[in-house]
């Protein structure tokens, strides 16, 4: 699908480069209930749900401590990546690209979000919303995209294979 000139491109997997500066030190504490082991019961598709603000209070410690605004949960990123932490448990692969050559900006913009910009971060095996944010922290790529000051929402997508393993998905974006 072309996309207008406008928008700047999808942006998956970021550069291998990270930010200029050293991130700052991983928050001391981090929200109740975020080293708990993740379990279907708190998958929501609400920004109130258990995981959403875990994951978001977790995220946005870190964006304020290396001089981001925080950003905020958006229903249609919720969806967006819960739908693909559904399928790739549900299928069994573990990618930013779909079998069927989908990407996060596919599926991003088909649960209705008109975006600008737009990142994924992707993890499996991680048993809490602790353990994934501290994971995808200490990964350049990943860690490029939570700092990443040009992006004001997010959503976070969970689900658990046959095995109970879990699937998560990050999606950030900022909006047209």
């Known amino acids: 699908m072309q996309k207008p000139a406008a928008q700047e491109p999808a942006?998956?997997?970021p550069a291998q480069a990270g930010p200029a500066d050293p991130p700052a030190d991983p928050p001391a504490d981090p929200p109740a209930g975020a080293h708990r082991q993740a379990s279907?019961?708190?998958?929501?598709?609400?920004?109130?749900?258990?995981?959403?603000?875990?994951?978001?209070?977790?995220?946005?410690?870190?964006?304020?401590?290396?001089?981001?605004?925080?950003?905020?949960?958006?229903?249609?990123l919720i969806a967006a990546a819960n739908r693909h932490a559904a399928d790739m448990a549900r299928r069994g692969y573990f990618a930013h690209r779909s079998p069927d050559g989908r990407d996060a900006g596919d599926r991003v913009t088909d649960a209705g979000y008109r975006w600008s910009r737009y990142g994924e971060n992707i993890a499996r095996g991680q048993d809490s919303a602790h353990e994934v944010v501290d994971g995808w922290w200490h990964s350049a790529d990943h860690r490029e995209n939570l700092?990443?000051?040009?992006?004001?929402?997010?959503?976070?997508?969970?689900?658990?294979?046959?095995?109970?393993?879990?699937?998560?998905?990050?999606?950030?974006?900022?909006?047209?």
């Open 11 to 13: 942006r998956q997997r």
């Open 40 to 76: 279907p019961a708190p998958v929501s598709g609400s920004a109130s749900a258990p995981v959403q603000r875990q994951v978001l209070a977790l995220v946005n410690e870190h964006r304020r401590r290396n001089g981001c605004a925080d950003v905020t949960a958006d229903g249609r």
């Open 147 to 176: 700092l990443d000051c040009r992006f004001r929402e997010m959503g976070v997508g969970l689900a658990f294979d046959r095995d109970d393993r879990p699937y998560w998905v990050q999606d950030l974006a900022t909006p047209r």
